[in-house]
C-alpha cells in the first residue's frame, strides 16, 4: 500500500482544512486507517482512526468536536476534515494504515505511513 497524503496549509485560527489520504495498492478496504500529527520539537501523536468499513472513528481528546475522519473505499482515499483550527494545531500531518484492523492509537500498529503534509494555523 502507497499513502499520499494531501491538502496541509496555511489557514488562520478559526478556519478549516480538509486532509486527503490517497491509498495505491491492495486490499486498502480491509485496512483501518489512522491520522498521526507531529508539532515542531514534540513526539508523533495520535489524531484520529476509522475502521476499514468506516463505521467506527476514535479520536484524541483536543480534536474531538472539531476534527471529523472518514473515507471513501470507491475512491480508495481518506479524509481528515478540521474545523475551529486552532494554532496548536499545527504539525505534520501524517497519514497511515493498518493491515491487522485495530485501527488503535498505537503508531507501531501501522504498517504504511505516508509522507506528511504540513498544517500551520496562525493566531
Known amino acids: 500500500v502507497q499513502l499520499q497524503a494531501s491538502g496541509g496549509g496555511l489557514v488562520q485560527a478559526g478556519g478549516s482544512l480538509r486532509l486527503s489520504c490517497a491509498a495505491s495498492g491492495r486490499t486498502f478496504s480491509t485496512y483501518a486507517m489512522g491520522w498521526f500529527r507531529q508539532a515542531p520539537g514534540k513526539e508523533r501523536e495520535f489524531v484520529a482512526s476509522?475502521?476499514?468499513?468506516?463505521?467506527?472513528?476514535y479520536y484524541v481528546d483536543s480534536v474531538k468536536g472539531r476534527f471529523a475522519i472518514s473515507r471513501d473505499l470507491a475512491k480508495n482515499t481518506m479524509y481528515l476534515q478540521m474545523n475551529s483550527l486552532k494554532p496548536e494545531d499545527t504539525a505534520v500531518y501524517y497519514c497511515?494504515?493498518?493491515?491487522?484492523?485495530?485501527?488503535?492509537?498505537?503508531?507501531?500498529?501501522?504498517?504504511?505511513w505516508g509522507q506528511g503534509t504540513l498544517v500551520t494555523v496562525s493566531s
Open positions: 497511515a494504515a493498518d493491515p491487522r484492523g485495530y485501527g488503535r492509537s498505537f503508531d507501531n500498529e501501522y504498517d504504511y
Open positions: 476509522i475502521s476499514w468499513g468506516g463505521g467506527s472513528a
